[in-house]
């Protein structure tokens, strides 16, 4: 018998905005024993639907059950899954580098140039660092830094815009208005 | 467990109160119960003060965090304004769409502050479809496919008796001329006596639909879930059909089996657009298959277990010589169990609703609680409930609530001083290893008359016919214990982990 294989998949839900939601959220991946990779969540585009973008690993198979147990969940709206190529990602990342380190030679210059990243801040004693990007990007960057001495190095969930040219939420609204009008 | 044996009977959505912290906690099993089997329960719990929560006040429990994974909604009413918006929501989400418990948790200042009473019933909320549009290309495909099938096989969940659907499920079963199997909460949808009822499915179910299950072309799945101890071994399961599942709750397709055709909604709506599709057909050699399957069970099972040549009574004899004692016309309600299974393969039912039962969660201490709620609900009609010695003690306490209320159940107790189905897996699969399986039992004549509930003991089977009638015949509660075998086990039984056809008949 072959193991299906497991894939990276982005899990974009809206929900409404109630207190307790991402608790009855996370149990739905927990029950299961999947575990989650990144987290996000914020406000959406459309006022008082709440947005929870999170990343796993599980087979095509799991991750379609997992998504309609969410979806039963009474406060939430809808689950979009995807596959990394139907999305644009992208994580933040924060270095601190002492600045003595910064300034006694032009490798982390070069190294913030050349990883497109920038500097949010400096003290006569550290300089922090901010790259956006993949997480191999920011891992990169993190390991190119490390021998200069990297006193601290904070990573963000996952956040992710869909490539259809369709807002799927808003689609979904629109959807859900026609079928109450069939059902009754 | 008393609010689910009202619903059961009577289909509308049970309510119960429980006061803050161990009155909420000791709520969890019958959530669970509830949330496993789709019950639609309204509890509404106390909590402490709101300006006290978080602060680990007297009697104070997170309500909402313990019973979130059990409840289908649950919600904290902290302002009295709030409070009657809550309860129609909580009825509105606990009724629709697949049903379930819903917990309203509500602090003391709300439940003691004044406000303006004005009530709107819930028609709609956003994030919530109960029923999803029905798909007419689906149910045409699911017709072509029931023409075109020369072994079909029909499997009645309790998603036909939820939608009250007996009557559209009956004209299609009769249209179709599919035979007709049912599981454990399915049971009682359909007259034991109609000849196209080929018997139950699952671990303790008939032979030949598990057997059957394995040759038929084609599944008709109607309201059921697909529970492992009625699939057995997924990958040996329905290995030769295809799988055609009317479901309410999208959730459920594809989740234990792949559903070729899924048919999304009540079937109360689907099922007639269905039977309209399909042609008049009949499958008797398909049927003869069943019947002969059968009379094998018959031979080797039924017929020892009903009338048997040994000395010591059986329970398929006493629930079988009950079950005729009552017309085949009272409510079964059961504990969990061995009784229970026999309950389900010898209790026989002309009505629907006839059952109630603790079908996923399995809640030994579920029967005479039940049992109570069910006769509440319909008082109109007699309500027997089998308990073991194991379960009975678990929620004995309710004969007393049973002599204050004169509510007039009658339990028949089957002793056989054994937890038994745990024994019988004990001796087939530990070699007999019997662990924490023998009870010393109470007498249990003596607590029933501490309680004031007349009560019989019967250990001889010339004696059982009258001690039947004695319970069948009294105005208010009885207990009839009946000394059953020791050592009895129910057959058929698909063993855990094995495919539906590896059915064993001893």
Known sequence: MTIPLKEEFTLSIYSENHVGLLNQITTVFTRRHINIESLTTSESAISGIHKFTVVVFATADNIEKLAKQIEKRIDVLKVFVFRADEIIHQEIALYKVSTGSLLGGNEIEMLVRQYGARILEITPEYTVIEKTGHKNETQELFEKLEPYGVSQFVRSGRIAITKNKKELLETYLKKLETDEVQLN | ?506
């Open chain 2, 1 to 506: 467990m008393r609010p689910k044996g009202m619903r059961k009977v009577t289909g509308k959505v049970g309510v119960c109160f429980a006061t803050s912290g161990p009155g909420a906690t000791n709520t969890v099993t019958g959530l669970a119960n509830a949330m496993m089997d789709s019950t639609p329960i309204v509890l509404i719990t106390g909590q402490v003060v709101s300006s006290l929560l978080g602060t680990d006040a007297f009697q104070e429990t997170d309500v909402v965090g313990v019973t979130q994974p059990v409840t289908k909604w649950n919600y904290q009413v902290r302002r009295a304004e709030d409070i009657p918006a809550a309860i129609a929501r909580a009825f509105y989400i606990a009724r629709s769409g697949r049903p379930g418990p819903v917990v309203i948790d509500i602090t003391k200042d709300a439940q003691v502050n004044e406000l303006d009473f004005n009530y709107e019933p819930v028609k709609s909320i956003r994030s919530y479809k109960p029923e999803s549009p029905i798909d007419f290309h689906q149910i045409e495909e699911a017709a072509r496919l029931i023409n075109l099938s020369k072994k079909p096989l029909a499997l009645v969940g309790q998603g036909v008796i939820m939608g009250n659907a007996e009557k559209e499920l009956l004209d299609f079963i009769e249209k179709s001329g599919v035979p007709a199997a049912w599981t454990l909460l399915g049971l009682s949808a359909m007259p034991s006596d109609h000849p196209l009822n080929v018997g139950m499915l699952g671990m303790h179910g008939n032979y030949g639909p598990n057997v059957k299950t394995n040759e038929a072309d084609l599944i008709i799945a109607i309201g059921m879930r697909f529970d492992d101890r009625v699939t057995g071994d997924l990958s040996k399961y329905a290995t030769n059909a295809k799988v055609i599942h009317l479901e309410i709750d999208p959730a459920e397709i594809n989740k234990n089996v792949h559903a070729d055709v899924p048919i999304l909604g009540n079937v109360k709506k689907t099922l007639p657009i269905l039977t309209d599709k399909i042609t008049k057909n009949e499958h008797n050699e398909w049927l003869k298959e069943f019947k002969a399957c059968e009379r094998i069970e018959h031979d080797r099972i039924i017929e020892k277990e009903i009338h048997p040549l040994d000395k010591g009574m059986t329970m398929g004899e006493v629930i079988s010589k009950v079950s005729a004692a009552f017309n085949d016309d009272a409510i079964m309600v059961t504990d969990v169990g061995q009784h229970q299974m026999m309950g389900a393969r010898y209790f026989k039912f002309k009505q629907t609703r006839s059952v109630v039962t603790s079908g996923g969660l399995g809640t030994m201490g579920f029967g005479v609680p039940a049992a109570m709620g069910a006769k509440l609900g319909r008082p109109d009609r007699q309500v027997c409930v089998f308990v073991g010695d194991g379960g009975f003690q678990m929620t004995i306490q309710e004969l007393g609530t049973i002599f204050q209320t004169r509510i007039p159940v009658k339990i028949v107790l089957l002793n056989n001083n054994f937890l038994g189905m745990v024994r019988q897996w004990q001796e087939l699969f530990f070699d007999k290893r019997y662990a924490s399986t023998e009870l010393i039992n109470p007498d249990f004549q003596t607590i029933a008359k501490g309680y004031f509930v007349p009560s019989l003991r019967i250990t001889e089977r010339d004696n059982l016919d009258d001690a039947i009638k004695q319970m069948v015949d009294a105005e208010g509660p009885f207990l009839l214990e009946v000394v059953v075998e020791k050592e009895g086990n129910v057959f058929p039984m698909v063993p855990a982990g094995a495919s539906v056809s590896d059915i064993r008949l001893e």
